[in-house]
């Protein structure tokens, strides 16, 4: 499972965000195992913790992972940049390979951990030698939790204590522990137990700021992170915590534009690239969900048929956008699609074309069953009020919870 089948699409025009895609992340993968279980393709989820429970078990006596492999499993991939090249409208450098496979990013643990417990309680159960590769791994973040990395959005800039990182960190051992008690598998789950508590009390007390009113994004920083909504996502805190609950008030406060949410504030200072940074797709879906469980579902839902507007013909999105005021003419074109996995989906802008769901065509019924159609030139700008927005999309039916209309009850990570 890819990230992408190309490389050199740019995230912006001439920018120089042209990265090579076509790898397996071990947290895009564990995003699209949830995925799998959710909709019930569990041979297929199956299978592909299977191939993940492998990576584990060959991550030798050390116990650490490569945030990301090719699609045979080897974790060589050198990052070359082919300067007789162009990509898509002059857009340079184009590279093939991705350095990034030389990061530190802690939070690939979690999010693995969380993949093999939930297809372990929906699907297969892990292997004898996919725990041994497990607990190998646990041993090592058990000693290198506290270390800077370069965190979920792979920033070339300096490593830093990230928020997400160390809640993944957290995951990792909660979801270990878990597994345990329930299959009754050898582990040294005193260490754990320990480990685990220790970071929820460095998560409570050195990245929250209390002038802010919200987790920020690092040790140490102001800036805000829309990776913390995946907190109350994963069980880390309640989604009616009062801290929780000004974080999330904070993030829309502060990183929302209409129904979109940027990734952090801070720009180049965290990332280290110089260009534009649009908004990310999946933040948003994640801030809608935030809304439904902290109890606010009319404007999560609100906002969730909004996003629906911005899916192409297929009901795909792009990982990010650039709103309508931030862009040339030239790049209001749909861009190719960059990277299409459950964390990163290709989209086709509002303003050229609106989406509505409709029956499929020559398909059996089921639940999950969604085609969608084409209606010409519906401007939808993100500077309308929005009270407005309301009509990008028509569900099929408006009187069923948003979420199960889609995909049915969510998985139980207890």
Not at 75 to 94: D, F, I, N
Not at 249 to 256: A, I, Y
Not at 268 to 273: Q, W
Not at 294 to 309: N, S, T
């Amino acid at each position: 499972m890819v990230a992408a089948l190309t490389f050199g699409l740019p995230e912006e025009i001439g920018g120089i965000r042209n990265w090579d895609y076509r790898y397996t992340w071990i947290r895009d993968a564990a995003f699209t195992v949830y995925a799998f279980l959710r909709l019930g393709h569990v041979e297929e989820a199956n299978a592909f913790v299977r191939w993940l429970g492998e990576r584990q078990s060959q991550c030798g006596t050390v116990g650490t992972l490569h945030l990301m492999y090719t699609m045979d499993g080897r974790g060589v991939l050198t990052e070359t940049e082919l300067p007789h090249l162009r990509g898509y409208h002059g857009s340079a450098p184009v590279r093939i390979g991705n350095a990034a496979l030389k990061q530190l990013q802690l939070d690939i643990y979690g999010e693995l951990m969380d993949a093999l417990y939930l297809s372990d309680k929906y699907g297969e159960q892990v292997s004898w030698q996919t725990w041994l590769g497990i607990m190998r791994s646990m041993g090592w973040l058990t000693h290198n939790w506290q270390r800077p990395d370069e965190g979920i959005w792979e920033g070339r800039g300096r490593r830093q204590e990230f928020l997400l990182s160390r809640v993944m960190c957290w995951v990792a051992f909660d979801r270990a522990i878990r597994l345990a008690r329930k299959r009754g598998l050898p582990a040294p789950l005193v260490d754990w137990l320990e480990t685990r508590d220790a970071i929820y009390q460095d998560i409570h007390t050195a990245f929250w700021d209390s002038q802010l009113g919200a987790f920020v994004q690092s040790k140490g920083s102001t800036a805000l992170d829309a990776s913390c909504l995946l907190m109350p996502l994963m069980r880390c805190i309640s989604p009616m915590d009062p801290r929780w609950l000004s974080t999330l008030k904070t993030v829309g406060d502060r990183l929302r534009d209409d129904s979109l949410i940027y990734r952090y504030s801070g720009g180049a200072a965290v990332n280290g690239l110089r260009g534009a940074e649009g908004t990310f797709n999946i933040c948003s879906f994640w801030y809608v969900e935030c809304l439904a469980r902290a109890g606010d579902v009319k404007q999560a839902r609100f906002l969730f048929e909004k996003m629906l507007g911005y899916a192409n013909h297929v009901g795909l999105y792009r990982r990010s956008s650039v709103l309508q005021a931030n862009i040339s003419e030239t790049s209001r074109k749909p861009s190719p699609i960059s990277r299409s996995s459950a964390r990163h989906i290709t989209w086709i802008e509002p303003c050229q074309v609106r989406m509505a769901p409709v029956k499929p065509f020559d398909a059996p019924e089921h639940p999950g069953a969604m085609r969608w159609k084409h209606r010409e030139n519906v401007f939808a700008s993100s500077n309308r009020p929005r009270s407005e927005g309301r009509d990008i999309v028509d569900l099929a039916d408006k009187s069923c919870d948003f979420s199960s209309h889609f995909l049915g009850p969510p998985l139980n990570r207890s």
